[in-house]
């Protein structure tokens, strides 16, 4: 049987707790989805075709939230702010993670150039606030800190739809951070659902938008399935460089040098020797600057770095 504290506490639940509480996890899912791609940036030394903006706004949406609930309470003296602290600090500081990994790893100059304009963004807003909170009183400072919260909202919601023109354009869609949007969509929902019951637009409206432009995304997940090596696509200088060295050391055991034209092979040969160059290039791109090649032959090519590899 149960103890009575335990049937206490079932009983006082309802379904407008139940979805709070659920709305909260879907926060905690929504700010570490993107953790597992992150390592794969750092593994492989570049981050594709993917754009900073979903990472940025998980940064400065956490960080904006936490400043907001800290600065209600101060205000206001009502504790129950505080949860906006609590529910933010995690996407706060994984997505400052997020945003220094990309900036790290990140090879494509119009991705950095667009990172640099997101970060100019928040500076600018980031001062306004500042001037806000030392200039106005208290009362319209909050006021304020708050509509730059909603609006916050709108921006992170509308995030994920920046690389939508590049989808549609190259029929690829890798540059889409799957499990982010996929998270978002389950959340929005469930933030809509919280709106509603609350009768708050504020909550309602950007959970829309977020579910409106996550479903989007997630459609085009599907119409567009992304190819499966995104970084040696992206790394295209440096890819046809480790497939000029593979061939030749591939091409050199049947004596006839390294041009991969030359090669006179049967069709089943060909297969394994493009099987094997890909293994190759794959190994190339991934390994780090001043490490030999481990799956070369010894020879001529056994004495070339990847550092070396952009070099004319």
Request: glycine content about 8%; overall charge positive; hydrophobic content about 45%.
């Amino acid at each position: 049987s149960y103890s009575p504290e335990l049937s206490r506490l079932l009983l006082g639940l309802n379904f407008a707790a139940i979805i709070k509480v659920l709305c909260m996890a879907g926060n905690v899912m929504v700010q570490v989805s993107p953790y597992p791609q992150v390592r794969r940036w750092e593994n492989r030394g570049c981050t594709g075709e993917a754009d900073a903006a979903p990472y940025v706004s998980i940064a400065f949406g956490g960080w904006q939230w936490c400043f907001y609930g800290v600065f209600a309470w101060a205000v206001t003296g009502r504790s129950g702010f505080l949860i906006l602290l609590q529910s933010n600090s995690l996407g706060a500081v994984l997505g400052s993670y997020y945003t220094f990994a990309f900036y790290r790893q990140c090879q494509s100059e119009q991705s950095r150039s667009s990172l640099q304009r997101y970060l100019s963004f928040i500076a600018g807003l980031v001062f306004f606030e500042a001037c806000t909170t030392m200039v106005l009183p208290a009362e319209k400072a909050l006021f304020l800190v708050g509509l730059v919260s909603a609006f916050c909202g709108f921006v992170s919601a509308l995030s994920v739809l920046v690389t939508v023109p590049t989808v549609l354009r190259t029929g690829d869609s890798k540059s889409i951070p799957g499990p982010v949007v996929v998270a978002s969509c389950f959340t929005n929902c469930l933030w809509t659902v919280c709106g509603l019951l609350l009768a708050d637009s504020l909550i309602t409206l950007p959970s829309l938008a977020g579910l409106s432009a996550n479903l989007v995304c997630v459609t085009l997940k599907f119409l567009y399935p992304s190819s499966e090596d995104a970084c040696i696509k992206a790394n295209t200088k440096e890819a046809l460089q480790a497939d000029l060295f593979a061939s030749e050391v591939m091409c050199n055991p049947l004596k006839c040098g390294p041009d991969p034209s030359q090669c006179r092979v049967t069709p089943t040969l060909r297969a394994q020797l493009r099987e094997r160059m890909a293994e190759r290039w794959r190994a190339a791109l991934m390994m780090k600057p001043g490490e030999q090649t481990p799956l070369l032959k010894p020879g001529k090519m056994d004495s070339l770095k990847v550092d070396e590899f952009g070099k004319e």
